[in-house]
């Protein structure tokens, strides 16, 4: 019964020691992206109503979500997205601000995947959203500052793919497609089921040019010049203007200097009913899975009564880690930790030093130890556990046995020198 204690639910994990370190090393590197954009902290609750991530605002399915009960048996849920949260606040705190909202945030999300998909059901996120801007620069600035917090984080090696929501709206508008005839040919798209879409579609009255546009969605991605071709393909003005957007973005992208990260997909869509514009995923070795995802979302804020353009993205922290791990890239270099023991009389010295060392910014660890032990009694387990230097006092502590963990030599020196009391 005891050791079953010990593991942890399906679909979480514990983080500690280096890779907990690492971790909070690449969010602080993200967060300091996101403040010389202008954006501001922000915190939501854990849970939250069910209504704010019901199935009309567009989010997870009710069957993804852990939901719980109150005591007065109303029903929340553990927040498995971060925009309809943010948007809430928005509408709560700014009403009536006339200036673009800028938020940003590192929380964790909460999705009961199926044991079978092998993600974590929880997950820790990193984002930011831009509300009551409408234009491309905002839409531009959201893929570009994905992109530097993700070299801020490390990476070198990744690919932002961005395509349109308002392509695929665009087309089965102009197929007259129902609601639920548009959801299954969304389904088959996203999961590049030609086969799927193409019998879906087969005794519908659709005309064969625009069909074949449908069907050939998947398959509808590279450069923006091999985008701009597609504009030949169709008369909807919906989707050639998602077509222009694209190519506005990718025009201020260049005007970053980062445009070389971006390729597009007219066939991308997302789970996530409430996005409206943009939508991007970025991509890297190491993980099968997007690292980043974002988008725009126009109709979302209306919903919570403070209607406003809005876009946002999120960068999967957990899956970011992993890649990095996997392409050798270290989260944030072991930092100096140095463990002082003593014995016998050389408390007040040992904890002299302790503080001195503190004080000039340095990991310091102070423990009292049995009469017998030395120095070498404690290397081996002060390596294991990542501490770089021993300072060893013993008898009144006025003098230090210096040992370096990983190769063992050790040397005296006094406490007066190492406190740069020498000459005093």
Not at 194 to 219: D, Y
Request: glycine share 8%.
């Amino acid at each position: 019964m005891i050791s079953r204690l010990l593991h942890t639910p399906e679909g979480v994990r514990d983080v500690y020691g280096g890779e907990c370190a690492g971790k909070l090393a690449v969010l602080n590197r993200i967060s300091q992206v996101f403040y010389r954009y202008g954006y501001e902290e922000i915190e939501t609750p854990t849970f939250e109503y069910f209504d704010i991530f019901s199935e009309e605002r567009g989010s997870v399915s009710s069957r993804e979500m852990f939901k719980f009960f109150d005591r007065d048996n109303r029903t929340l849920v553990l927040r498995p997205d971060m925009t309809p949260p943010i948007a809430r606040c928005v509408a709560k705190y700014f009403m009536d601000e006339s200036l673009p909202v800028r938020l940003c945030y590192r929380e964790r999300t909460f999705i009961n995947n199926s044991s079978l998909q092998g993600r974590l059901k929880e997950m820790t996120q990193t984002g930011a959203e831009l509300v009551g801007d409408g234009s491309v620069f905002a839409d531009a600035e959201m893929v570009a500052m994905a992109i530097q917090a993700l070299q801020a984080a490390g990476l070198t090696r990744f690919q932002v793919e961005l395509g349109n929501a308002e392509f695929f709206e665009g087309l089965v508008q102009e197929a007259g497609l129902d609601r639920e005839t548009r959801e299954a040919l969304r389904t088959f798209i996203e999961q590049k089921n030609v086969f799927g879409a193409e019998e879906l579609l087969s005794g519908l009255p659709v005309p064969e040019p625009l069909k074949r546009l449908l069907l050939k969605l998947p398959e509808l991605f590279g450069s923006i010049e091999d985008i701009e071709a597609v504009q030949t393909m169709t008369a909807h003005a919906g989707a050639l203007g998602a077509i222009r957007r694209l190519r506005q973005v990718h025009r201020i992208l260049e005007s970053y200097g980062l445009s070389q990260y971006v390729s597009y997909d007219l066939g991308m869509l997302s789970r996530y009913d409430y996005y409206t514009g943009i939508l991007f995923q970025a991509y890297t070795y190491g993980t099968g899975d997007y690292i980043a995802t974002g988008g725009r979302y126009d109709g979302l804020m209306a919903q919570f009564g403070r209607p406003a353009p809005a876009v946002g993205f999120a960068i999967a922290a957990d899956r970011l880690l992993l890649a990095m791990s996997r392409q050798g890239i270290e989260a944030a270099p072991p930092a100096a930790h140095t463990l002082v023991l003593w014995k016998e009389e050389a408390g007040d010295a040992a904890l002299r030093l302790a503080m001195h060392l503190r004080n000039n910014g340095m990991r310091t660890t102070l423990m009292p130890v049995s009469p017998a032990d030395t120095a070498e009694t404690w290397r081996e387990a002060a390596a294991r556990r990542g501490i770089r230097s021993l300072l060893f006092l013993a008898g009144t502590g006025e003098r230090i046995q210096f040992t370096d963990t990983r190769s063992g030599e050790s040397h005296f020196l006094a406490l007066s020198d190492y406190l740069g009391e020498g000459d005093a």
